[in-house]
């Protein structure tokens, strides 16, 4: 889900997850499976996912959230810090 909460945000690289939650709402007997996940909302600085996974007969079997902080990384030439050297 993280990878939809960077899509969604604009102009930021990556994003770290700062909670997550997962509950399984039905026993998973057979295949196949689909997840679908969803940005519920992408601010500047931090974003919120869900997602679903259902089973072949339609049925809920799953369930996820995620709270994301969205941020850009820095270029090496930005980096003062490390005077321009990565370890």
Request: hydrophobic share 40%; proline share 3%; glycine share 12%.
């Amino acid at each position: 889900m993280n990878a939809s909460a960077v899509a969604h945000a604009g102009g930021v690289d990556t994003a770290s997850t700062a909670g997550w939650g997962a509950e399984q709402s039905r026993l998973i007997t057979s295949g196949p499976l689909t997840a679908v996940g969803n940005v519920v909302k992408a601010g500047s600085r931090i974003g919120f996912t869900d997602g679903q996974v259902i089973d072949a007969s339609g049925k809920l079997v799953a369930t996820a959230t995620s709270t994301l902080l969205t941020f850009e990384l820095p270029s090496p030439a930005q980096d003062s810090s490390t005077n321009g050297q990565h370890s």
